[in-house]
T-cell receptor, first 114, second 115 residues
Framework: AQSVAQPEDQVNVAEGNPLTVKCTYS??????LFWYVQYPNRGLQFLLK??????LVKGSYGFEAEFNKSQTSFHLKKPSALVSDSALYFC????????????FGKGTRLHILP | EAGVVQSPRYKIIEKKQPVAFWCNPI?????LYWYLQNLGQGPELLIR????????DSQLPKDRFSAERLKGVDSTLKIQPAELGDSAVYLC?????????????FGPGTRLTVL
């Protein structure tokens, strides 16, 4: 069965500094990996996804993520954090070889300090 | 383009009462999902529809939960009777097709409080 782990409940970063939100996954087949962001009282918004090809994926709002097959990781990154990036971030995985449901991590709260 | 619409946004009921949530997906999106999100957790799938067919309802507690998508467009999720543990946010999402690599578009959710 597939699973996804976000080891940090909260990440604090000073505005202007680079940020990383960690995600590791486990699937038996080829992974489809996603990042979503959730602002207060809002639904989740899609940021980016990895299906195949380039390991570095670029997404919305200047975010990017790097797929690392050997470490089974898909960390979310941004070179320079903005206060408006403060939100709840969810990593998700789906097994590309099976018609199975998407599994979300428990989320990481990102605080960007002015 | 309008996003996924859900109503109501908030609902407070007493335990043992029935409750229903409504979702209208993005126009043209054949795949519709209902998720449960507990505080501090990621969404958990309850049911997935492809058009009007429920293709994955294995996580739906069928003794008290039911869902329908009769015309393959909007959908209703019902709980009867509600229990205290059902307090959560119920999210609806849609995607343009059943391909597993499609991203999902989420509505704002319905926050249910059961007293």
């Amino acid at each position: 069965a597939q699973s996804v782990a976000q080891p940090e409940d909260q990440v604090n970063v000073a505005e202007g500094n680079p940020l990383t939100v960690k995600c590791t996954y486990s699937v038996s087949g080829n992974p489809y990996l996603f990042w979503y962001v959730q602002y207060p009282n809002r639904g989740l918004q899609f940021l980016l996804k990895y299906i195949t090809g380039d390991n570095l994926v670029k997404g919305s709002y200047g975010f990017e993520a790097e797929f690392n097959k050997s470490q089974t990781s898909f960390h979310l990154k941004k070179p320079s954090a903005l206060v408006s990036d403060s939100a709840l971030y969810f990593c998700a995985v789906r097994d590309g070889n099976r018609d199975d449901k998407i599994i979300f991590g428990k989320g990481t709260r990102l605080h960007i300090l002015p | 383009e309008a996003g996924v619409v859900q109503s109501p946004r908030y609902k407070i009921i007493e335990k043992k009462q029935p409750v229903a949530f409504w979702c209208n997906p993005i126009s043209g999106h054949n795949t519709l999902y209902w998720y449960l999100q507990n505080l501090g957790q990621g969404p958990e799938l309850l049911i997935r529809y492809e058009n009007e067919e429920a293709v994955d309802d294995s996580q739906l507690p069928k003794d008290r939960f039911s869902a329908e998508r009769l015309k393959g467009v909007d959908s209703t999720l019902k709980i009867q009777p509600a229990e205290l543990g059902d307090s959560a946010v119920y999210l609806c999402a849609s995607s343009p097709g059943q391909a597993m690599y499609n991203e999902q578009f989420f509505g704002p959710g319905t926050r249910l409080t059961v007293l």
